[in-house]
């Protein structure tokens, strides 16, 4: 009979302390969802400012079924963002520039979170690295990728090892999904409203 | 009241020298390795490091008596990642480059070794007061240690100081007076064991010439002992002689 009194409580003292636990954590999401939101945005724009300099953010959007619809094996891409520029004088009207496209993924080693930036014409603009979960914020080698820009070599061509292989593997992965969902998303409507 | 601000002190200090975590117990050597790249990100991790200590030290004493035996580990557990959740929310909220600049290393301190062993060794033995001081000191002693090593590391590898770039409230200062003699491997894992091994020899170093300081001290003090013996013990046969001849 002692012996029961103890196990329960035993699992109430763990129980309390774990549910106290998860309130205080409850109330701490509450302080700060709003503000980590701000700075993720903050940051893919920065991101987005990195690729495009003088590119400004149009429309944006989901990767949601109906993209799904047409690149079923879409994975990393989560979101949009059409960049537009100017005409320029006093023409108010913009064209499309290209497509910045937020990626989310992860191997055994952590979370990823890029910007990849595609002109309209699948030409690669570059990556903004939004958080690095691999290791030590140097999964990449600066200028990962760079070569690719010129049109000279393609993503199968770029070596891997950057610094660390499974996260530059997951990067090039990625890579090749966005230039893919890019010439997709400029074929149909969607990514072609501003051209 | 003297003497119990004199013990205070002494348990604060002994966590910044005596019983240093990282130089002294050898713990904590993953994020210290990690994290000290440069300066600012290394006051950051003390500073993220000290107060998940602090506050579970804190928790793990008021809780000492309902803890039982049989799960205290998981108990700690569950309270040491309470609070790096918290810690992580408000980083990312109020600090985004020190969230993204340390990166995993923030939810690693719920494996750090010193959280749990202050938590194990002292907090669940010692009152909330004392256990308050202790992860104080211990904080503040780590802090300072992965500081050093920080120092090193940055101004060897870049050839100066940069600061605000993390902390993005104060404004951005870079000091290189050596760039171009910059050493780039300081800023790479393989400088960071360099640096860590360096520190880590010049305390053996340092302590082992006072051992030996104090080893030769203890020799002397015995001679003395040992001539101031002889003389008394002859000055004693002499007066036994001189007796003896009255």
Request: some cysteine; hydrophobic content about 45%; proline content about 2%.
């Given at each position: 009979?002692?012996?029961?009194?103890?196990?329960?409580?035993?699992?109430?003292?763990?129980?309390?302390?774990?549910?106290?636990?998860?309130?205080?954590?409850?109330?701490?999401?509450?302080?700060?969802?709003?503000?980590?939101?701000?700075?993720?945005?903050?940051?893919?724009?920065?991101?987005?400012?990195?690729?495009?300099?003088?590119?400004?953010?149009?429309?944006?959007?989901?990767?949601?079924?109906?993209?799904?619809?047409?690149?079923?094996?879409?994975?990393?891409?989560?979101?949009?963002?059409?960049?537009?520029?100017?005409?320029?004088?006093?023409?108010?009207?913009?064209?499309?520039?290209?497509?910045?496209?937020?990626?989310?993924?992860?191997?055994?080693?952590?979370?990823?979170?890029?910007?990849?930036?595609?002109?309209?014409?699948?030409?690669?603009?570059?990556?903004?690295?939004?958080?690095?979960?691999?290791?030590?914020?140097?999964?990449?080698?600066?200028?990962?990728?760079?070569?690719?820009?010129?049109?000279?070599?393609?993503?199968?061509?770029?070596?891997?090892?950057?610094?660390?292989?499974?996260?530059?593997?997951?990067?090039?992965?990625?890579?090749?999904?966005?230039?893919?969902?890019?010439?997709?998303?400029?074929?149909?409507?969607?990514?072609?409203?501003?051209? | 009241?003297?003497?119990?601000?004199?013990?205070?002190?002494?348990?604060f200090l002994k966590g910044i020298i005596a019983e240093n975590p990282l130089f002294v117990s050898i713990l904590g050597t993953c994020p210290a390795l990690a994290t000290t790249k440069s300066l600012e990100a290394a006051i950051?991790m003390g500073?993220?490091f000290t107060?998940?200590?602090?506050?579970?030290?804190?928790?793990?004493?008021?809780?000492?008596?309902?803890?039982?035996?049989?799960?205290?580990?998981?108990?700690?557990?569950?309270?040491?990642?309470?609070?790096?959740?918290?810690?992580?929310?408000?980083?990312?909220?109020?600090?985004?480059?020190?969230?993204?600049?340390?990166?995993?290393?923030?939810?690693?301190?719920?494996?750090n070794c010193i959280?749990?062993g202050?938590?194990?060794?002292?907090?669940?033995?010692?009152?909330?007061?004392?256990?308050?001081?202790?992860?104080?000191g211990m904080g503040v002693g780590y802090t300072l240690a992965i500081m050093l090593m920080a120092i090193f590391r940055e101004f060897l590898g870049t050839g100066g100081f940069?600061?605000?770039?993390?902390?993005?409230?104060?404004?951005?200062?870079?000091?290189?007076p050596l760039?171009?003699f910059a050493i780039n491997i300081f800023q790479m894992p393989a400088g960071a064991f360099i640096v860590f091994g360096i520190i880590l020899a010049v305390l053996a170093f340092i302590k082992n010439r006072k051992a030996e300081k104090k080893a030769a001290l203890e020799?002397?003090?015995?001679?003395?002992?040992?001539?101031?013996?002889?003389?008394?013990?002859?000055?004693?046969?002499?007066?036994?002689?001189?007796?003896?001849?009255?």
């Amino acid at each position: 009979m002692s012996n029961i009194k103890k196990y329960i409580l035993t699992a109430v003292t763990l129980g309390l302390i774990a549910a106290s636990g998860a309130l205080l954590i409850a109330g701490a999401n509450m302080i700060t969802r709003e503000r980590i939101a701000q700075n993720e945005k903050e940051s893919v724009n920065k991101g987005i400012a990195k690729i495009f300099n003088d590119g400004q953010i149009g429309q944006d959007f989901e990767v949601d079924d109906e993209i799904k619809g047409y690149y079923p094996d879409v994975k990393y891409s989560k979101h949009v963002y059409e960049i537009v520029k100017s005409n320029g004088g006093d023409n108010p009207s913009t064209y499309l520039e290209g497509l910045a496209i937020q990626t989310t993924g992860s191997n055994n080693y952590g979370k990823v979170s890029l910007i990849i930036g595609f002109t309209k014409d699948c030409v690669y603009k570059g990556l903004s690295v939004i958080s690095n979960e691999q290791s030590f914020a140097s999964t990449l080698k600066k200028g990962y990728l760079d070569e690719i820009k010129d049109g000279d070599k393609t993503i199968d061509d770029v070596s891997v090892s950057c610094g660390a292989t499974y996260g530059a593997k997951l990067v090039r992965a990625m890579v090749e999904e966005a230039k893919e969902l890019t010439r997709i998303l400029t074929m149909t409507d969607k990514g072609a409203n501003n051209g | 009241m003297a003497k119990e601000k004199g013990k205070n002190m002494k348990n604060f200090l002994k966590g910044i020298i005596a019983e240093n975590p990282l130089f002294v117990s050898i713990l904590g050597t993953c994020p210290a390795l990690a994290t000290t790249k440069s300066l600012e990100a290394a006051i950051g991790m003390g500073f993220l490091f000290t107060i998940v200590l602090i506050c579970s030290s804190i928790l793990v004493s008021l809780l000492r008596k309902l803890i039982s035996e049989e799960i205290r580990t998981p108990a700690y557990i569950v309270i040491i990642a309470t609070f790096v959740t918290l810690v992580k929310m408000f980083a990312n909220a109020f600090l985004p480059e020190l969230y993204s600049t340390l990166g995993v290393f923030i939810s690693l301190i719920v494996v750090n070794c010193i959280v749990l062993g202050r938590a194990e060794a002292y907090a669940s033995k010692n009152t909330v007061k004392d256990s308050l001081i202790d992860a104080l000191g211990m904080g503040v002693g780590y802090t300072l240690a992965i500081m050093l090593m920080a120092i090193f590391r940055e101004f060897l590898g870049t050839g100066g100081f940069s600061f605000g770039v993390i902390f993005t409230f104060i404004p951005e200062v870079s000091w290189l007076p050596l760039e171009k003699f910059a050493i780039n491997i300081f800023q790479m894992p393989a400088g960071a064991f360099i640096v860590f091994g360096i520190i880590l020899a010049v305390l053996a170093f340092i302590k082992n010439r006072k051992a030996e300081k104090k080893a030769a001290l203890e020799k002397l003090e015995k001679q003395r002992k040992a001539e101031e013996a002889k003389k008394a013990a002859a000055a004693a046969q002499a007066q036994a002689v001189e007796g003896g001849n009255k």
